[in-house]
């Protein structure tokens, strides 16, 4: 039971370096979400998808971008990392609808230096 | 704009005790989720609420929802150390495509 995985689980990068993350689920969502993580806050959603080829900005988008060219996969990628991107980011998908909670991946750890 | 308050931030207590933890929103919404996370864990949903006057149960988990009032709650019966995590509600409003606006989270702490 995979369900959604992220990769990678850890990563460190310098100022100014560009990354890609990727998310991958095996539910047959329609729905996928990035959001990230920071000390004492709840999430808050970067970009979201309602389908394969959608798009859409969430809460707080800027500096980062996304896409979803298969259904399965969503990909969020940092053109030039900051220090404030430093955060946990989560990967969520759903069937969307209002009777269907959100599945989260493990976590993609991000440390810009 | 959505906000959604919870609180407390931070609780401890002992093991068969009870308590509550309240989750506030600032506009009008009928979909309120829970959600747990294990420390350095990913997020797990508890319990999903779609209507005024909706209760939840699980184990000794509860929850409820009164739209009216803007405010669900989470409430431990007789709690054990298992249940300790962070509990995060998150509501969205009609129209949103289900995007979720998240509380800060509750740190619960159940000393054995």
């Known amino acids: 039971n995979a369900g959604v995985t992220q990769t990678p689980k850890f990563r460190v990068l310098k100022t100014g370096q560009s990354m890609t993350l990727l998310c991958a689920q095996d539910?047959?969502?329609?729905?996928m979400y990035w959001y990230r993580q920071d000390p004492g806050m709840g999430l808050r959603l970067i970009h979201y998808s309602v389908g394969e080829g959608t798009t859409a900005k969430g809460e707080v988008p800027d500096g980062y971008n996304v896409s979803r060219l298969k259904k399965q996969n969503f990909l969020l990628g940092l053109e030039s990392a900051a220090p404030s991107q430093t955060s946990v980011y989560f990967c969520?998908?759903?069937?969307?609808?209002?009777?269907?909670?959100?599945?989260f991946g493990d976590g993609t750890r991000l440390s810009i230096l | 704009e959505l906000k959604v308050e919870q609180n407390p931030l931070f609780l401890s207590m002992q093991e068969g005790k009870n308590y509550t933890i309240y989750c506030n929103y600032s506009?009008?919404?009928?979909?309120l989720y829970w959600y747990r996370q294990d420390p350095g864990k990913s997020l797990e949903s508890l319990f999903v609420?779609?209507?005024n006057g909706a209760v939840k149960q699980e184990g000794r988990l509860m929850a409820s929802l009164d739209t009216k009032a803007r405010l669900s709650t989470l409430h431990i019966t007789a709690a054990v150390h298992d249940l300790s995590a962070t509990y995060f509600c998150?509501?969205?409003?009609?129209?949103?495509?289900?995007?979720?606006?998240w509380g800060a989270g509750t740190k619960l702490i159940i000393k054995p």
């Open positions: 609420l779609l209507s």
């Open positions: 969520a998908s759903s069937y969307g609808g209002p009777n269907q909670p959100q599945h």
């Open positions: 539910m047959n969502h329609e729905y």
């Open positions: 506009t009008t919404s009928d979909r």
């Open positions: 998150a509501v969205d409003e009609e129209g949103s495509n289900y995007q979720l606006i």
